[in-house]
């Protein structure tokens, strides 16, 4: 029986609607026993205080099945007739444990919200990050349709940037039971204490718990390959090697693929596993080459179906190795005996600093496998300089002459050293106490409106009553007045009578309230809960908000009303950004381009990929340095002007004029940032194909992060354009895109076929379905078709006659290009170059030769098209490589 069943079993055999708390214990250790798991007592005392309706936080070892005890909340809570949200603080873990829930719940119980994607929302189980269901508590506040919640990873509430989502659920939805995980929290008696106070439930503390797998700590002065090598010849495989960069991760595999990590047994084994993967890109061929050695790379950068790769391996036992940055820190389930930590400091994104002890034993934690280890082993390497002296007095020996003689070498100046002082201390501290970082933000204070009721009361009690310091109180009542007041005057709320400072002066009375103790406070707080207000102001909003306010694209309002602005027929503006806040007037002149000029709306309201950003950036000033010496610019106007040149930001100064029009009005947009940028569009007017934009940027680390932006921009499209807006050409560019993301990666589509087709056979192949033939969307093919085509008449434009070549050997396109420039000064290459109707594409014998037959015509600057350029399209070969492939035939003049 499935784990609801049994619960409902329990609850007809004890002639009840709904099973009581001792039913709901017994069902469940049942059901666990069914599945071959016994209960650890910190488990079994975490399910006991759970159906008992208490709230807990478990804070126990990696290892110690804080997983069972979820499902084992999320079981009660449904089995009661409840609604139960899991939150995370990663994409791919809320994705992970969606799937894992739909194997226990089934399908139709088990929902997933990200932000970007909605899975089945109004299922009794849903699982999100933890910024959705804070979104939630600030619209719906104690109303919420939310009976209880699943935190895990909960040390992310001390996160500066992140931490208020966190903090927001305890503070706004008091009905709910909570159930808080992680495997470093340190001392939590504050936030326990607060949470009894609000909901009047007691809380449960669960700490202090040996692991089942208990940890060796061991540092190391030997060169890390020597380390490895002792690691796998005393069984201590598989080993995570721990880098805080991406390219260390990269060139620690490199440098261990020198070394014989795998028998030929081993080889053969994985090469079965393996069968036909497709690895398609330039860092899918090298990690290719490192997973046949034995060893793994996973980091963020990644393909997902790469990191899914190696995380399979890794699971079946195949990968001995696996290099990586501390990604799996954060809950991925991967199983590993060692880890290797190769340095103590890191790059924080300010600065470089030591590791917090939270940070050494999440990392640490990943060590040891319950069920398969009987100990983990995590192992310190000692800085560079401190190995080579430890082998310099190693050579030397016992004779006291040579050892005198070695001069030790230092820390470079400037450099974040640590030693055996430093690696003791880490292993014997606590993790840090969680520090509370409460944000207000004019959305989430939109939210808190759109509740209705008493809306100061609510913005009050967030305002003062939560877990910040009092000075960090007073901080967000200015920041609250502030953001108040811009929004009274832009319009976007009203008040009944009284005016905004009758508002401030309430602010400033809670101010002086807020100063007693939170004990004194709690009874006239919950009081106050839910009425109208004692005759202050009656505040409501003046706009309709979407749905998913604040939880998608927070911009995506702004870039409607500048679509609005473009005109379809040409792709420019019909006057100035005076209309942004109105839609009466245009953006100005654009590009001649409508369906590229809302690709470039909306990229501007995605969060930007600044590796690709970088790229870009470098690659433009290169360009532009080599045409400054041409035109022969000395060094320091070359130096002046190289300041100017930065990555493409199409429709900069319209945007920007339009987004300040717009925040007049609309205040609130000011929390986010409007970020002109080209990635998608840059990459359709080159016409690339995803490998060849990631080779032309050199971006094989990122590989993952430029396909979730693809991905991002694609959904961003589809949901924020509206049909009306949506021209023939926008329609086809999002076909293109949609198909290249699928292309390139159709893992979570291959995740939603499996749960569909279940195959459950572990000596099946690791390999995902192939992704659905590129021929099949028609209107995506023609798009690849045509952006191959166009591809040539760029070239040709620039008169690459040795591309050109390379590309189409067949075709003589130096004698055409010379025939061609004898009658024309240049090959146009705009909007009007680029469009459908100046392709045509014969189809008849595509069922008999298996091709297209199509013609491009050339854009002329007379207007004459009078040449073509004519090619076939071999269908079998596009569908093997998930592309258009394309041979030029000839380039002749009618």
Known sequence: MTLLETIAAAAEASARESPDADALYDAFVEWA????????????????????????????????????????????????????????????????????????????????VTGDSSVNPDAPIVCCTAEILANLALRQGADAAVDQVVMDEFHYYGDPERGWAWQVPLLLLPRAQFVLMSATLGDVTAIAQDLERRTGRPVSRITGVERPVPLHFSYARTPIHETVDELLQTGQSPVYVVHFSQAAAMERAQALSSIKIVSREQRDAIAEAIGGFRFTTAFGRTLSRYVRAGIGVHHAGMLPRYRRLVETLAQRGLLRVICGTDTLGVGINVPIRTVLITALSKFDGTKMRQLSAREFH??????????????????????????ENEAALRKAGDDPAKRKKIVRKKAPTGVVNWGLGSFERLVEAEPEPLVPHLQLTAAMLINVIARGGDVFENVRSLVF?????????????????????TLLTAGVVEIDRADADDASSRFARSATESTRSSSERGASETNRTGRAGDGGPRIRLTVDLQPNFALNQPLSPFALAAIELLDPSTGAGTGNAEGAGTGNAGVGAGTGHYALDVVSIIEATLDDPRPVLSQQEHKARGEAVAAMKQEG????????????????????????????????????????????????????????????????????????????????????????????AQTEDLHDLVAWLGEVVRQVDSSLVDEWEALINPVDDPTAPVVPPAPPSVLTNRRAFGVLVRNELFRRVQLAARQRDD????????????????????????????????????????????????????????????????????????????????????????????
């Open 803 to 894: 591309e050109l070549v390379e590309l189409d050997p067949e075709a003589d396109w130096p004698a055409a290009l010379d025939a061609y420039f004898d009658e024309h000064d240049e090959i146009l290459t705009g909007g009007p170059a680029r469009s459908p109707r100046l392709v045509t594409v014969d189809e008849t014998d595509a069922a008999a030769d298996g091709v297209w037959r199509v013609e491009q015509t050339i854009d002329d600057p007379e207007g004459h098209h009078d040449w073509r350029i004519r090619a076939v399209v071999d269908l079998a070969a596009s569908e093997e490589s998930g592309t258009a492939v394309v041979r030029i035939t000839e380039v002749v003049r009618l």
């Open 465 to 485: 009553d939560n877990h910040e310091p009092r000075a960090r109180r007073y901080e967000l009542a200015r920041r609250a007045i502030a953001i108040f007041r």
């Open 633 to 724: 610019m000395d060094y320091d106007e070359r130096m002046e002007a190289l300041e100017e040149v930065t990555y493409p930001k199409p429709l900069e100064e319209l945007l920007t004029q339009a987004y300040e029009v717009f925040a007049s009005s609309q205040p609130w947009i000011r929390d986010f940032e409007l970020s002109p940028k080209s990635v998608v569009r840059d990459m359709f007017e080159r016409a690339l194909s995803f490998s060849e934009l990631i080779s032309l940027y050199q971006l094989a680390r990122s590989e993952g992060l430029v396909l979730r932006y693809l991905s991002d921009a694609y959904r961003a499209i589809r949901q924020t354009v509206p049909a009306e």
């Open 33 to 112: 026993g069914d599945q071959g798991f016994a209960l650890y007592p910190a488990q079994d005392e975490a399910v006991i205080e759970i159906v008992s309706e208490s709230h807990v936080i478990l804070s126990t070892p990696t290892g110690t099945g804080k997983s069972l005890v979820a499902v084992a909340a999320h079981a009660a809570c449904v089995a009661r007739g409840g609604r139960t949200y899991y939150t995370a603080p990663i994409k791919a873990l809320v994705s992970e444990k969606f799937f894992a829930l739909v194997e226990i719940f089934g399908a139709a119980n088990v929902g997933m």
């Open 362 to 387: 999440q990392i640490s934690g990943r060590a040891g496998r319950a069920g398969f280890d009987t100990a983990g082993t995590v192992v310190v390497m000692a800085p560079e300089w401190e190995i």
